[in-house]
Nanobody, 129 residues
Framework: AVQVVESGGGLVETGGSLTLSCVVSGDTFSDYHMGWFRQAPEKEREGVAG????????RYSDSVKGRFTISRDNAQNTVYLQMDNLTTDDTGKYYC??????????????????????WGQGTQVTVSS
């Protein structure tokens, strides 16, 4: 298990940008695939982006493709989510999650919540119109 801590949320206007960060500790970071999820009020948590252990493979939901970029720095135990051209539909609490590479279904279902073992507490992103 690892500890996951997100940061970087805030209030931004429509069309603006924001970068979220997620620091992982407690185990070898490069043994974990990583994902970003979000949850709006009264909606289910949805996967928005995933990145494999080396950062060579990324996946995005259709709703953020072309606007969000996930990246990772294994030397810094950190994964990022660059969010551009934000809309009010992007408002929600954003969660970072880690999936162990061992026995993982990540390559089959990189944006599914049940693939991930360890979760952060989330960081709020609010996009104003």
């Amino acid at each position: 298990a690892v500890q996951v801590v997100e940061s970087g949320g805030g209030l931004v206007e429509t069309g603006g940008s924001l970068t979220l960060s997620c620091v992982v500790s407690g185990d070898t970071f490069s043994d974990y695939h990583m994902g970003w999820f979000r949850q709006a009020p009264e909606k289910e948590r949805e996967g928005v982006a995933g990145i494999n252990i080396r950062g060579y493979t990324t996946r995005y939901s259709d709703s953020v493709k072309g606007r969000f970029t996930i990246s990772r720095d294994n030397a810094q135990n950190t994964v990022y989510l660059q969010m551009d051209n934000l809309t009010t539909d992007d408002t929600g609490k954003y969660y970072c999650a880690a999936a162990s590479r061992y026995g993982s279904k990540w390559y089959e279902r990189p944006l599914e919540t049940d693939v991930y073992n360890d979760w952060g507490q989330g960081t709020q992103v609010t996009v104003s119109s």
